[in-house]
């Protein structure tokens, strides 16, 4: 079964500094892993959906990357701003593709 | 395009009631998803759809809980009897088969059962 891990779980930096966000899964055999963002009482938002053949994906001053062998994945948010200020989630899908199963994500805020 | 539509966005209800949940999933999208979500659970996945055709519904926690999908505009998730531990935001997502499978989230629903 999988299980996908986030930590830390909360994370405070100030403005400015870059972020560092690790999510880690057990099956490597995945078909891919996709970030959310989720703002307090909200829904989730899609961030980047890097392929299981990626090595990376960028949007913007977001950057994912992605090593199967070692069940990892890392969000890298540059120049923090407190707009940044949100949980951020990984999920991977199961053997079928599109079943996700969700880290307990990262809830991050960024100081002004 | 709208986004994946819920409603209701808030629903408060007493123990016992019937509680049905709507979605309406992105245009094009053949996948949808009901998520639920739980400070001390996370997200869970209780079912998801395939071309209007359940294809696991592993992670319904009980009979008490049913959902359907009698078109490819619109699902309901319906608890009959509803209990205090439903008490949790429901979401809905769709996405496409083919592709990325790439899931979009509607705004969710609260649930809160007295």
């Known amino acids: 079964k999988q299980e996908v891990t986030q930590i830390p779980a909360a994370l405070s930096v100030p403005e400015g500094e870059n972020l560092v966000l690790n999510c880690s899964f057990t099956d490597s055999a995945i078909y891919n892993l996709q970030w959310f963002r989720q703002d307090p009482g909200k829904g989730l938002t899609s961030l980047l959906l890097i392929q299981s053949s990626q090595r990376e994906q960028t949007s913007g001053r977001l950057n994912a990357s992605l090593d199967k062998s070692s069940g990892r994945s890392t969000l890298y948010i540059a120049a923090s701003q407190p707009g940044d200020s949100a949980t951020y989630l990984c999920?991977?899908?199961?053997?079928?593709?599109?079943?996700?199963?969700f880290g307990g994500g990262t809830r991050v805020l960024v100081k002004p | 395009d709208a986004g994946v539509i819920q409603s209701p966005r808030h629903e408060v209800t007493e123990m016992g009631q019937e509680v049905t949940l709507r979605c309406k999933p992105i245009s094009g999208h053949n996948s949808l998803f009901w998520y639920r979500q739980t400070m001390m659970r996370g997200l869970e996945l209780l079912i998801y759809f395939n071309n209007n055709v359940p294809i696991d519904d592993s992670g319904m926690p009980e009979d008490r809980f049913s959902a359907k999908m009698p078109n490819a505009s619109f699902s309901t998730l319906k608890i009959q009897p509803s209990e205090p531990r439903d008490s949790a935001v429901y979401f809905c997502?769709?996405?496409?088969?083919?592709?990325?499978?790439?899931?979009?989230f509607g705004p969710g629903t609260r649930l809160t059962v007295l």
């Open positions: 999920a991977v899908p199961g053997a079928a593709g599109n079943k996700l199963t």
């Open positions: 997502a769709s996405g496409a088969l083919a592709g990325h499978n790439e899931q979009f």
